[in-house]
């Protein structure tokens, strides 16, 4: 029996490395609360959290600045949150396939949030739902951006202006 | 004298086009909750001119900015269908309208809306918005972005279709239907205002 557990837990394991090799990146699906987690986070980083989709084309237009953004300041206080809005249903059919063709390094993660309307204040009352939206948060501090970006130096402008 | 006062005339309209730069987020401008709709004179895919005094006996219109290439948008298109054959026989019809440029989103073009349009019989009139004059008027920011209108053309709902963008069968607040409801019996709507994912209105860049 032991035995039994143990060579699955075994399988288990080689599985996970068998799929981090496959998969160079991950992408979870997270809820609403923990969306709110990651925005309400408290510390001294600041995190750029980018509301995009696959098919959506000023999202994807702008999306090398998140990742050139999230090259320069690996390992600093500066850390990129993408947050895919494409259905759920379309996370293994266009969501992982579009992070892996990219290589996005950056963190990905689709929210299931189910009913925009009861969440899209929460991420900031200003935003009408239209992507690309961008939140930065610094500490208690917060920037919401309902906009695309068209170079890196305006997303620091930003970061530095709420630091 | 008359270089002077183009001057300051330059001066006014540049003073008041900055000014405007600034206080400038367009979901602030545009119509509200007990406003009086603008009517328009837009073209369909049917080939007619279509303006809401074009409606007789309408109890009320859902103007619905939409488009073909959003995601968003095309999820909702067997929607739009199944409210217009629902509410257009009770007086209040589905007019869509596309706000898109298609200079800059090919795929909204107006040929490309009658080919939609074709393919997916919609039962009612599909406008392009050419020259993007009317969806600023509206306060529209995304695809799609509805307003239910009484027979007043007072706004009584702005916002999402329903509560489920994903799966219509998971639905659970259909807001346009309860509109329609409301207003049909005299009662005030709940919740006059949604917000809803959608895609941004395609301009060139300024």
């Known amino acids: ?163 | 004298m008359k270089k002077f006062l183009f001057a300051v005339l330059a001066m006014v309209v540049w003073t008041t086009s900055f000014a405007s730069d600034i206080n400038d987020p367009p979901v602030e401008d545009g119509l509200k909750v007990g406003d009086v709709a603008p009517d328009f004179k837009l073209r369909s895919t049917s080939g007619i001119w279509v303006s809401l005094n074009n409606y007789e006996n309408a109890k009320g219109y859902i103007v619905v900015f939409t488009c073909n290439h959003c995601p968003w948008a095309v999820k909702y298109e067997d929607r739009l269908i199944e409210l217009h054959n629902t509410f257009e026989p009770l007086g209040y019809p589905v007019i869509a309208i596309n706000p898109n440029d298609p200079q800059v989103q090919p795929e909204d073009s107006y040929t490309k809306m009658i080919e939609r349009a074709k393919e997916k019989d919609f039962p009612f009139e599909y406008l392009i918005d050419d020259g993007q004059q009317v969806y600023p008027q509206y306060g529209a920011t995304k695809t799609p972005h509805v307003y239910v209108l009484d027979r007043t053309r007072t706004v009584r709902y702005i916002g999402a279709i329903d509560d489920n963008p994903e799966d219509a069968s998971a639905v659970t607040e259909p807001y346009v239907a309860k509109a329609i409801g409301a207003i049909e019996r005299g009662q005030a709507v709940d919740p006059q205002t949604t917000k809803a994912i959608g895609c941004t209105i395609k301009t060139k860049k300024k």
């Open chain 1, 1 to 163: 029996m032991i035995t039994h557990s143990l060579s699955k837990f075994v399988g288990f394991i080689v599985l996970l490395m068998v799929t981090n090799v496959t998969f160079s990146q991950r992408v979870d699906v997270i809820s609403v609360p923990e969306l709110q987690s990651i925005i309400n986070t408290n510390n001294d980083t600041t995190y750029v959290i980018n509301f995009w989709a696959t098919w959506c084309k000023p999202c994807v237009e702008e999306m090398p600045y998140f990742e050139a953004l999230h090259d320069k300041y690996e390992g600093e206080k500066v850390k990129v949150v993408l947050i895919s809005l494409d259905f759920k249903s379309q996370l293994d059919k266009r969501v992982v396939p579009f992070v892996e063709k990219r290589k996005l390094k950056p963190y990905v993660a689709l929210l299931d949030g189910g009913n925009p309307n009861d969440w899209i204040d929460l991420v900031d009352p200003s935003w009408s739902g239209a992507i690309p939206a961008t939140l930065f948060v610094a500490g208690d501090k917060r920037k919401f951006l309902e906009q695309s970006f068209h170079d890196l130096e305006s997303i620091e402008t930003i970061i530095q202006s709420i630091n």
